[in-house]
């Protein structure tokens, strides 16, 4: 059929907490903490660049997580 649709998607999958601004004021700040806000500050970078990169070309870029997968930690 000529009327079908395609839509093309980017999709990047990651784990919720990285998704997730850290707390900016913990009450202190470890190494752990570090590496979140580090972690979190390069992914908001990459995605940024995926957005514009996606748009460029009419892809949707889509990021998932366990949540839409349906995975739980125990």
């Keep these: 059929r000529n009327d079908d649709i395609i839509v ?3 999709i990047e999958v ?4 990285q998704t ?5 004021t913990p ?9 979140e806000v580090k972690t979190y500050a390069v992914n908001q ?4 660049a995926a957005r514009e990169f996606c748009a460029d070309r009419k892809v949707e ?6 949540d839409e997968l349906g995975i739980k930690y125990r």
């Design 8 to 10: 093309e998607e980017l």
């Design 14 to 17: 990651k784990p919720h907490k």
């Design 20 to 24: 997730q601004q850290p707390n900016p």
């Design 27 to 35: 009450k202190r700040r470890t190494k752990s903490w570090l590496y």
């Design 45 to 48: 970078a990459k995605w940024k």
């Design 61 to 66: 870029f889509i990021i998932i997580t366990e």
